[in-house]
């Protein structure tokens, strides 16, 4: 529970610094030889999907829990979450072509029994009700 605190600030910070811009946060931090990894959402009101690569150097797929990368998205929004070659690719979308409200959206939150030697994301795409590429921006912190 800790951690999700220390996430929730740092995501919280980083998001209000930037509420102007569409981007996907994501926000590391290790305790204990564990290490959670929270997925946020930026949005101007306009993001109905979203996805990104999540590259965990050191990880393999037996130090990887994915049970909660999505476990926050709104109920009009569908996802998934896999891993391989240690990398997570991230992608959600609305079926409804319903946009995010504007601000911060939790997405959810990967578990490492590991400390990855270096996570940093890829291929980021942002995408608006229209089906329009508004931003590849994907900020990554770690703690």
Do not use: W
């Not at 393999?60 to 009009?76: A, V, Y």
Request: contains cysteine; negative net charge.
């Amino acid at each position: 529970m800790k951690l999700s605190a220390v996430f929730c600030v740092a995501m919280i910070s980083s998001a209000v610094a930037n509420a102007s811009d569409n981007r996907i946060v994501v926000s590391a931090s290790s305790a204990k030889g564990t290490s959670a990894v929270a997925i946020d959402v930026v949005s101007d009101g306009s993001v109905s999907a979203f996805q990104t690569f999540l590259h965990f150097e050191g990880v393999s797929d037996k130090q990887i829990d994915l049970s909660g990368c999505l476990s926050n998205l709104p109920k009009d929004m569908v996802g998934r979450c896999d891993f391989s070659a240690g990398k997570v690719v991230v992608a959600v979308y609305s079926p409804s072509i319903t946009a995010l409200p504007a601000g911060l959206t939790p997405v959810g939150v990967i578990k490492l029994v590991a400390s990855p030697s270096a996570i940093r994301a890829t291929d980021g795409d942002i995408s608006n009700t229209k089906g329009e590429s508004v931003s590849s921006l994907v900020d990554v912190t770690v703690n």
